[in-house]
């Protein structure tokens, strides 16, 4: 899909990732594909140029197996200079923290660029159904 170039854009995103995966896979699972799939779009309109139209590309595949789904989001937009990187961020800072929340919830993540700009994917191996870092709330 393409949304524009625009803060709205991650907003569109995060809306149809939910619609298509909601129903496939967990709850937890979705809540962080939708945080980072926000993260990368957020940081595609801050940080790079558009692709041809005022526009990123953002594409996800869902490739079922016995353990459960691995996923991969893809973001696609017009490169920046110096490309995607962890940075530290001071506590006041304002930003900073993106992508070391994109590490911290995919398995992993990369940068990949040719001659029309830069995609940042982020993949997400299948993980057990339960959590043991989460406490339910009662």
Do not use: K, Y
Request: proline content about 9%.
């Amino acid at each position: 899909m393409v949304v524009p170039h625009h803060p709205a854009g991650a907003r569109l995103a995060r809306h149809r990732l939910a619609d298509e995966l909601g129903e496939v896979v967990p709850p937890a699972l979705l809540a962080d594909l939708i945080a980072v799939l926000a993260e990368l779009v957020g940081n595609a309109v801050r940080h790079a140029r558009p692709l041809p139209g005022g526009v990123v590309r953002v594409a996800w595949r869902l490739r079922p197996s016995a353990e459960g789904p691995r996923i991969q989001l893809r973001v696609t937009d017009g490169g920046a200079g110096g490309g995607p990187r962890l940075r530290t961020a001071s506590p006041d800072a304002a930003d900073g923290r993106g992508l070391h929340i994109v590490a911290g919830l995919a398995t992993r993540w990369g940068v990949e660029r040719d001659g029309m700009g830069q995609r940042v994917w982020a993949e997400f191996d299948p993980t057990p159904s339960t959590r043991s870092d989460l406490v339910a709330a009662g």
